[in-house]
């Protein structure tokens, strides 16, 4: 029997160590791709959409017959650029989206005549509306938007600091750098189009990222307090092993559902999906490894959270 027990605290021992290495190692690796993410950023740069750089939107209506692909074909052959081509919820009703059209003589700008660019469709082409999104209104755009994204930052971490001490806190502050910087470096490695919908993804993984991290720290802090002659390894190591199924089971859940949307939402939801399904997957990586790993280097210890005496309480 004692036999068996000492072997059990050895196998434990072992996993506790095995696991301490692997977050490390994952840390390293983190770290090591998001200065490469910076540098591709710095790099590459966006391609903004038109909802930043201005543009033209215009709604029309066609043959059901009518394909995206074959509307997208005529477009991109009469503008010499790519156009976005978008269902607009009901069959033969499309969306177009293209940078303005320079004239012969480079002075102005003009939309493209949709009826004489798809007659060779021998379809009715019906335009809806048009619409005209200028470069002021584009750069105002990305001025609300960064805006949006910093204050949404500050207002993490104001929470952070009010909820954790700074050293557990900062684990979760980094976690979500983390991720935010792996999304804007897939972007501006792939050069795909950054847009309202992106930032919008970007938003919503900030929420997703955080909440993980707000689940281990508490439980490194739970454990910090029950437990304070425990080694802080071994606190963050078991912080993640008492969390990893329920971190599992939400991410998954969370990816199928990004998934199905990558799948069936069509173009308008693709962006959107990519952006999540990577910020999901960057978000548990991130809490499991730095989010636990640099409160651990910051030295954190149950002192911070050492309980007050009943005695010492006037």
Not at 215 to 236: N, S
């Amino acid at each position: 029997m004692n036999i068996n027990m000492m072997n059990g605290k050895s196998w434990n021992f072992s996993n506790m160590s095995r696991l301490t290495k692997w977050r490390y190692f994952t840390s390293f690796i983190s770290l090591t791709l998001m200065i490469l993410s910076v540098t591709i950023i710095s790099v590459k740069g966006f391609n903004w959409g038109l909802d930043f750089t201005g543009g033209i939107v215009t709604e029309i209506r066609v043959d059901k017959e009518v394909s995206a692909k074959q509307i997208e074909v005529l477009l991109a052959k009469s503008s010499q650029q790519e156009v976005s081509v978008i269902s607009a919820g009901e069959p033969g009703r499309w969306v177009l989206r293209y940078s303005q059209t320079p004239t012969s003589g480079d002075v102005s700008a003009k939309a493209l005549d949709i009826t004489e660019v798809l007659a060779p469709l021998k379809s009715e082409v019906q335009v809806l509306n048009t619409s005209i999104v200028g470069p002021q209104i584009g750069q105002e755009l990305a001025e609300q938007g960064g805006l949006a994204l910093l204050v949404a930052m500050l207002c993490i971490l104001g929470y952070l600091s009010f909820r954790f001490e700074w050293r557990l806190a900062s684990g979760a502050l980094f976690a979500l750098f983390h991720d935010v910087i792996f999304v804007l470096a897939f972007f501006s490695l792939t050069q795909m189009e950054f847009n309202l919908t992106v930032l919008a993804a970007v938003l919503a993984i900030l929420g997703y990222s955080l909440n993980d991290s707000i689940i281990i720290a508490d439980r490194i802090r739970e454990l910090l307090t029950l437990k304070p002659k425990m080694p802080i390894a071994d606190v963050c190591t078991s912080a993640v092993k008492a969390t990893f199924s329920r971190t599992m089971v939400t991410s998954g859940t969370t990816l199928m559902t990004v998934s199905a949307l990558w799948i069936m939402g069509g173009g308008a939801l693709e962006s959107f999906s990519i952006a999540m399904f990577i910020g999901i997957l960057t978000g548990t990586w991130s809490s499991v490894s730095v989010g636990t790993c640099l409160p651990e280097l910051f030295g954190v210890n149950s002192e911070h959270y050492r309980l007050v005496p009943v005695s010492d309480i006037p």
